[in-house]
């Protein structure tokens, strides 16, 4: 297998956040991008997550060291049942969520990217410039979160079949900026790509850290 590095070189550290690639609500059977495993190294450990598919390429079960989540798909509804708690997601006729049954409400721009998430005292809004999260404002118990991002030109293919919650962004992050409760920092993401265009690595730096997160696909 053919593999190429992309290098991010940047003078300031990187905040990471999972990817889940939504295109559309059009069910996508291209397996070669689905995402089987996701195994996380760090200073502490390792921890590993598996994905399992439906045959119209819908998530239908995440295994998590924090404990396992399973998607049902009735129509209109999409039911999200983690250690016994279930959460209700109602559609749109465009097949994204728009409520829950916890109080959440979700609202999109024209492309159907995700803008805001508002529970009854938390919230989450984010801008979008040329396809791809420009930044992002998280309220939560009391306490404050601001992201900046900037990107690669590489698309990020990675495809966890989660369409129903927006349309995610096109291309791969290189760096973000953030501001967690009063203390700002950067991380570093540098990539190790196969010949297909797949994230095998992602390497995240960060204040004299680092973790590695390697992933397999479906094919």
Same mark, same amino acid.
């Given at each position: 297998?053919?593999?190429?590095?992309?290098?991010?070189?940047?003078?300031?550290?990187?905040?990471?956040?999972?990817?889940?690639?939504?295109?559309?609500?059009?069910?996508?059977?291209?397996?070669?991008?689905?995402?089987?495993?996701?195994?996380?190294?760090?200073?502490?450990?390792?921890?590993?997550?598996?994905?399992?598919?439906?045959?119209?390429?819908?998530?239908?079960?995440?295994?998590?060291?924090?404990?396992?989540?399973?998607?049902?798909?009735?129509?209109?509804?999409?039911?999200?049942?983690?250690?016994?708690?279930?959460?209700?997601?109602?559609?749109?006729?465009?097949?994204?969520?728009?409520?829950?049954?916890?109080?959440?409400?979700?609202?999109?721009?024209?492309?159907?990217?995700?803008?805001?998430?508002?529970?009854?005292?938390?919230?989450?809004?984010?801008?979008?410039?040329?396809?791809?999260?420009?930044?992002?404002?998280?309220?939560?118990? @009391?306490? *404050?979160?601001?992201?900046?991002? /900037? %990107? $690669?030109?590489?698309?990020?293919? #990675?495809?966890?079949?989660? +369409?129903?919650?927006?349309?995610?962004?096109?291309?791969?992050?290189?760096?973000?900026?953030?501001?967690?409760? @009063?203390? *700002?920092?950067?991380?570093?993401? /540098? %990539? $190790?790509?196969?010949?297909?265009? #797949?994230?095998?690595?992602? +390497?995240?730096?960060?204040?004299?850290?680092?973790?590695?997160?390697?992933?397999?696909?479906?094919?």
């Amino acid at each position: 297998m053919k593999i190429k590095f992309i290098v991010v070189i940047i003078i300031v550290g990187v905040f990471f956040s999972s990817c889940k690639k939504n295109t559309s609500t059009s069910t996508n059977t291209n397996f070669l991008f689905k995402v089987k495993t996701q195994i996380e190294t760090y200073s502490g450990g390792t921890d590993t997550m598996t994905f399992s598919y439906d045959a119209q390429g819908r998530m239908i079960l995440w295994l998590a060291p924090n404990g396992n989540t399973s998607f049902e798909y009735p129509l209109g509804i999409v039911y999200q049942i983690n250690n016994g708690d279930t959460t209700k997601f109602v559609l749109n006729t465009e097949g994204y969520r728009i409520s829950d049954n916890i109080g959440g409400l979700y609202t999109y721009d024209n492309s159907w990217h995700s803008l805001i998430v508002a529970y009854a005292l938390d919230s989450t809004s984010k801008t979008w410039t040329n396809g791809d999260i420009s930044s992002l404002f998280s309220q939560e118990g @009391g306490g *404050t979160t601001q992201i900046s991002y /900037t %990107y $690669l030109s590489t698309p990020d293919k #990675r495809d966890f079949g989660n +369409s129903y919650t927006g349309v995610s962004g096109i291309h791969l992050v290189n760096t973000e900026s953030v501001t967690d409760n @009063g203390t *700002t920092f950067t991380r570093i993401h /540098t %990539y $190790l790509i196969d010949s297909i265009g #797949r994230v095998i690595i992602d +390497s995240v730096s960060s204040q004299g850290s680092l973790s590695l997160y390697k992933y397999t696909y479906l094919q």
